[in-house]
């Protein structure tokens, strides 16, 4: 093989693997970054079995994962928790280990703890449920921007969010929502970024 043949052998794997090393980048942070992070309040709501449990306070994990909706809804809690649980599947046992996921409930006159925890050990039987008195769970979601009265609501006197504040967020250990997700992100786009939540300094 001629010097020059040998030569542009030699470019061309470089151009490959160039390609290969660009194409192996991180994907863009799916969700969005929140400026000005919003402080959970220090409101105590009960657990599935029956501890007090505040977003302010008990978010002692590198990330805590949190979304409001109840255990009735037909279209986007069900959605919304499968990608959370299929995005917990994703992650390997450092990540998991680093991350709690929360469910608060827009319907506590049926959303008891024993309602929610069965509902949701069908995704995970490591999410937390959180109940208690609606105002109290609109007080909890204010700071969020979670305006759960600002849903459509439901016979039993609680809110079907819709359309309204269906996202999800992420708050880190100083009990601030740095990220949040709208209900259409998917399980690998949730895994990718709480993955990039979890490694950042």
């Known amino acids: 093989m ?13 151009l490959l693997a160039s390609a290969c090393s660009s194409g192996s980048a991180p994907e863009e942070f799916a969700g969005i970054r929140l400026k000005n992070p919003y ?10 079995s029956g501890t007090p449990y505040s977003l302010g306070s008990d978010t002692t994990k590198p990330l805590t994962v949190v979304f409001f909706g109840y255990t009735n809804c037909p279209d986007f809690c ?7 649980a299929a995005a917990m599947n994703r992650l390997d046992a450092d990540d998991r280990r680093s991350v709690d ?5 827009t319907d506590p006159a ?6 929610l925890r069965a509902y949701l050990d069908q995704y995970d039987k490591g999410f937390i449920g959180l109940t208690g008195d609606l105002d109290t769970i609109i007080e909890v979601g204010d700071p969020l921007a979670i305006y759960v009265n600002d849903g459509v609501k439901l016979p039993t006197g609680g809110y079907d969010l819709g359309g309204h504040s269906t996202f999800t967020l992420a708050i880190d250990s100083s009990h601030q929502a740095v990220a949040l997700w709208n209900q259409e992100t998917s399980s690998t786009e949730f895994a990718s970024d709480i993955h990039t939540l979890l490694t950042e300094d």
Not at 4 to 10: E, F, S
Not at 39 to 48: N, P, S
Not at 101 to 105: A, D, H, I, P
Not at 110 to 115: I, L, N, P
């Open 2 to 14: 001629s010097v020059r043949r040998l030569a542009m052998l030699v470019a061309m794997v470089g």
């Open 39 to 48: 402080q959970a309040a220090d409101i105590a709501l009960t657990d599935t």
């Open 78 to 84: 069900p959605m919304v928790m499968n990608n959370l």
């Open 101 to 105: 996921v929360v469910f608060v409930t």
């Open 110 to 115: 049926r959303d008891d703890e024993k309602t």
